[in-house]
């Protein structure tokens, strides 16, 4: 396929597909999506319109025996992540799978060495690492524009009024830290470059299991970062990164496509602004994972990523459930 575009599956028609993969994936020749699998019959109507050229499945299975088909991405809600997403890798497919790829080590595991064992790229859909908003922070940081990082805040919250939004069902594997709390772990991974060693936090849960509202810390080597994550509070979305020379502000990390993304970088009494230009997350995604199956190599955030981000969840989330005991994570990669 060097230089023909990925031909991209999609397990569902959830919210995410529909208005954000498909629409990027008309745009870049990289990727073209030829099937779609759901089962909902006025999402098939909705789907035709938007894909006629795709070929509708009402079955998942079915679809991952399609020939037509050389990669799959996995929408579906957060508990059935790591159950399609081997069983695409055992159809010999490639997998781009939405965040949280698990909510804990064991389900990341088994499927980073399945996916090893089949030579099959697997990447996890944190778009926003792809923008140019979260390259220039990692830049600014490994070329010690605020000196050595201290300290890290990361804030993402919003309000899920729908008591079936599948975000927000604890058997689905909804909560907030699946649902926003992860993309704060990932961005604090990131500013730190490692992996915490210990991990604590507490949490409000729902009857149905599902954290409503949580704070964590992660201790790294170099410092402290800080969890703030939420399903019934009003929205917020922010990153502050302290240094032993300066700080870095970022009112947008995560979603900067749909809040405008900007960093404020301060040295001593100096601010200095930087803005970036409407850029399409998604289809940057896109266009990675397609080159990372091109070129037989590991995409921005593939397995040691999934890896990493899976035990830190799944550490801040046992924490919570026995009132705030701290966890210790293994030893980095």
């Known amino acids: 396929m060097q230089n023909e575009p990925l031909k991209l599956g999609i397990l569902g028609a959830a919210r995410i597909a529909r208005g954000a993969i498909i629409p990027a994936a008309a745009k870049t020749s990289a990727v073209e999506v030829t099937a779609i699998a759901t089962r909902s019959s006025e999402k098939s109507e909705e789907l035709r319109s938007a894909v006629p050229e795709a070929e509708l499945f009402e079955d998942y299975e079915a679809l991952l025996e399609s020939q037509d088909v050389d990669a799959v991405y996995v ?3 957060n508990s059935m992540h790591v159950e399609w997403t081997l069983r695409a890798i055992e159809a010999g497919k490639h997998v781009l799978c939405e965040k949280p790829f698990a909510p804990d080590a064991a ?6 060495e399945a996916a090893e064992r089949a030579e099959i790229t697997l990447m996890e859909g944190f778009m926003y690492r792809l923008h140019p908003q979260a390259r220039r922070l990692s830049a600014l940081i490994s070329s010690g524009a605020i000196g050595e990082v201290r300290q890290a805040t990361a804030q993402f919250g919003h309000r899920l ?3 079936e939004d599948v975000r927000g069902v604890g058997s689905l594997g909804g909560g907030s830290l699946g649902d926003v709390g992860c993309y704060c772990v990932s961005g604090l991974r990131l500013v730190f470059g490692g992996e915490p060693r210990r991990a604590s936090a507490f949490a409000r849960f729902k009857e149905d299991g599902a954290d409503e509202e949580l704070a964590g810390v992660l201790e790294f080597d170099g410092g402290i970062g800080l969890v703030s994550c939420g399903i019934s509070s009003a929205r917020r979305e922010r990153m502050e990164i302290v240094g032993t020379e300066g700080s870095l502000v970022l009112e947008a990390p995560f979603r900067p496509d749909k809040s405008g993304g900007e960093i404020r970088i301060s040295r001593g009494d100096a601010t200095d602004t930087e803005t970036f230009e409407d850029d399409d997350p998604y289809l940057a995604e ?10 037989g190599r590991e995409p921005t955030v593939g397995r040691r990523e999934i890896l990493g981000n899976a035990r830190s969840l799944g550490a801040l989330m046992d924490s919570a459930r026995q009132g705030g ?9």
């Open 286 to 295: 896109l266009e990675e994972f397609a080159a990372a199956v091109r070129e």
């Open 325 to 333: 005991r701290v966890q210790s994570l293994p030893e980095p990669f």
């Open 161 to 163: 009024d729908d008591p």
């Open 75 to 77: 929408p579906l809600p």
């Open 107 to 112: 389900g990341a595991e088994r499927a980073v």
